[in-house]
């Protein structure tokens, strides 16, 4: 056909693979002697190879397109271990709360600081239920920006979820999240505390929030980004230098 995809240099090639491929190996060469004997390449019946092509169903599907066919059945693509998958790049973008903590402990750095200033025991002893709506703002935020907050209109740019984690463990990764937001210049993150029936971490992420001058507000997430079960937290924007 005239519309072939491939170059005439490329129809010989493909035509002298095939001739190769139904011979087989031969071993009557010094080097087939060594070798063990390869057993002839199996190719598509023509059969299969009509049905392959009607379901193709294109112009360009010419008689050197089904000798290529023919010639690459049975191949597998190799995967490429050096290309890193959008799936695997998201989940380093996004540490969890263990690799937050390890690397808050690690570094002593400002989610360190952070972290030191906080009080567990304040945070507790003001309990919170499994169901409670969170919110608190700073009286000097607007209270239209709040509301934006609680609608869930805000933008949030990182987030971590601390299930299963302990009080130490949790309160490491939110500080070093908070930390992060703050070196990357993001006002907003979300913390994923759960429930739970006596909601420890709700009750400490409460608590710990509000002894941070960092945070302007925070409040229950909607329903589609965890409802009472996370928290949208509001960051002061960091001071550029000369502010």
């Known amino acids: 056909m005239s519309n072939s995809l491939f170059s005439k240099e490329m129809q010989d090639q493909l035509k002298e693979l095939k001739g190769q491929l139904s011979k087989g190996r031969d071993t009557s060469t010094p080097e087939g002697d060594s070798q063990k004997p390869t057993e002839p390449v199996s ?12 379901q193709l169903d294109s112009e360009h599907v ?6 290529f066919m023919q010639a690459m059945h049975g191949v597998n693509q190799l995967e490429d271990k050096n290309v890193r998958s959008p799936a695997s790049a998201a989940k380093a973008r ?23 200033g906080l009080s567990d025991m304040q945070a507790l002893l003001n309990p919170v ?3 409670a709506y969170l919110s608190y703002k700073q009286p000097t935020l607007q209270n239209k920006i ?59 992420v409460n608590g710990w929030l509000r002894q941070l001058p960092e945070v302007l507000a925070f ?23 000369g502010e």
């Open 219 to 241: 409040c229950s997430a909607p329903p589609k980004d965890g409802g009472n079960g996370a928290v949208l937290v509001l960051l002061k924007k960091p001071k550029v230098d």
């Open 129 to 131: 239920a499994s169901e």
């Open 43 to 54: 190719l598509p019946t023509q059969k299969q190879v009509k049905k392959t092509v009607k």
């Open 62 to 67: 010419d008689d050197d397109k089904v000798l």
């Open 94 to 116: 996004k540490p969890d709360a263990a690799t937050l903590s390890k690397r808050a402990a690690a570094q002593g750095s400002e989610a360190s600081n952070l972290g030191a």
């Open 146 to 204: 709040f509301d934006q907050l609680k609608k869930g209109n805000l933008r949030w740019y990182d987030a971590v979820d601390i299930h299963g984690c302990t009080i130490e463990e949790a309160r490491d990764a939110m500080t070093q999240l908070l930390s992060q937001a703050k070196q990357n210049n993001e006002t907003m993150v979300k913390i994923v505390h759960g429930k739970g029936s006596e909601a420890i971490l709700k009750t400490c």
